[in-house]
């Protein structure tokens, strides 16, 4: 239906192409001090070569660990994917990594793209692969690409092969339009989702990146609404006379927690999504609200002002063991559990300052990421090494990303009002 949502239909290592041990390694805790310097030519064979050279590039430089060199410094680059390159032209421009490969139009229109990966100092083929894909999936190929030369020279996963959804703002301020919108991690391909008729809060991803859940805001209530991406399938999950706050898949994908106002009162639910069936997790006349599952689905970190003033707390899935993990000066809300399960982020208020921060799930090694007139809404990259937020300086939301080091903090590629980002995994 979409051309990024059409599957890579083989991803394989080439026969004969035994990596050899990765001599480079690129340090992810150092963020952006030194970016290593890697070539990459552009893959003769099919139109859509320079394009997919672009966005292997863009992927590695926005990650802040590499250093995609100006190929107009580059030697003659392989013709044949199969020949080894000449490593000491590609010395004499001080690349330490080096990206060859081919791309060929297949019988049927299919584009294939074999690429290798090699260490120029060594002399080594550190990685050899190939992928095929329908010709409107060729962006899905080069991040593909990106995501196996990051996780080859890092020893993490990459996170280029996926999207964000996010509430794209439009109109002068008091009289916003909010639409829910959804666009490649790069900024590529951003389609709406909604038509504006309806203010849109608080998407989040299921664990498949096929569904979205979200919160619609009319003047008669709130709605919070299941959206199958591929299909524009739309289910409503619930109508609420009062307000209902950040509703958030489990990891399996079958309950969606939520803070709901009943009677007054907010608090935690959660739905179980096979029978709608719904259960209350916090009973405390504070306002409870922005549930965030941790990753094996046992705890769920929150935010409540039962203690005076919003701070995070940590319970057991079924409403157990609440307990506080905040104490630092400040305000604390939109908590949300990284992919790997190490850290919690979170958007803290300290007097006009904001700042999106990081702590452990015991409350313990909080650091501060960002500081801002205002940044809120954190969410993860799959790989759990990057963050991406809204930040308004006071002209309107925008989104930007952070690094877990907090030394790359770069706009995100949307150069239009936004906030409430969601950040989907990797793409199957």
């Known amino acids: 239906m979409r051309s990024w949502l059409v599957a890579i239909l083989a991803a394989v290592a080439l026969a004969g192409a035994a990596p050899a041990r990765a001599d480079i390694v690129v340090n992810v805790d150092q963020g952006a001090t030194q970016p290593l310097p890697i070539a990459i030519p552009v893959f003769p064979g099919a139109p859509v070569a320079a394009q997919l050279r672009e966005v292997i590039a863009g992927d590695l430089a926005r990650s802040g660990l590499f250093r995609p060199l100006d190929p107009a410094t580059f030697p003659a680059a392989p013709l044949e994917v199969n020949t080894q390159p000449t490593f000491d032209a590609w010395k004499a421009i001080s690349a330490q990594a080096l990206v060859t490969g081919q791309l060929t139009v297949e019988a049927g229109g299919r584009l294939k793209a074999d690429f290798r990966l090699w260490d120029v100092y060594a002399g080594d083929q550190l990685l050899g692969l190939q992928y095929s894909a329908s010709p409107e999936a060729w962006r899905r190929v080069a991040h593909k690409i990106a995501d196996a030369i990051y996780e080859k020279l890092t020893g993490e996963p990459g996170y280029f092969d996926t999207r964000v959804v996010f509430a794209a703002e439009s109109g002068p301020r008091g009289k916003r339009v909010r639409r829910l919108e959804i666009m490649d991690q790069d900024g590529a391909n951003p389609t709406y989702l909604t038509d504006g008729s309806y203010g849109v809060y608080f998407p989040h991803f299921s664990a498949n990146s096929q569904e979205v859940t979200y919160m619609a805001l009319r003047p008669t209530g709130s709605t919070v609404y299941l959206l199958n991406v591929a299909t524009g399938r739309q289910e409503a999950l619930g109508h609420f006379p009062g307000m209902v706050f950040a509703p958030r898949f489990s ?71 609440v307990h506080r993990i905040s104490f630092g000066a400040g305000r604390y809300t939109t908590p949300v559990w990284s992919p790997d399960g190490k850290l919690i982020a979170f958007t803290k208020q300290e007097g006009s300052q904001f700042h999106i921060g990081v702590m452990k799930p015991d409350g313990s090694d909080e650091r501060l990421l960002t500081t801002s007139y205002l940044d809120e809404g954190p969410t993860w990259a799959p790989n759990s090494r990057v963050i991406m937020f809204a930040r308004d300086t006071g002209s309107g939301s925008h989104l930007w990303t952070v690094d877990v080091s907090g030394k790359l903090l770069q706009p995100a590629p949307y150069p239009l009002g936004a906030s409430d980002p969601a950040w989907s995994a990797l793409l199957p």
């Not at 935690?268 to 409870?288: C, E, F, G, K, Q």
Request: avoid cysteine; glycine fraction near 12%.
């Open 251 to 321: 990891p399996d994908g079958g309950r969606v927690a939520m803070s709901a106002e009943k009677d007054g009162n907010t608090d935690v639910y959660v739905m179980n999504l096979a029978n709608h069936s719904w259960a209350r997790l916090t009973t405390d006349p504070a306002i409870d609200t922005s549930p965030s599952f941790a990753p094996d689905g046992r705890q769920i970190v929150f935010n409540s002002d039962r203690g005076g003033a919003p701070e995070l707390y940590v319970m057991n899935a079924e409403g157990s063991g």
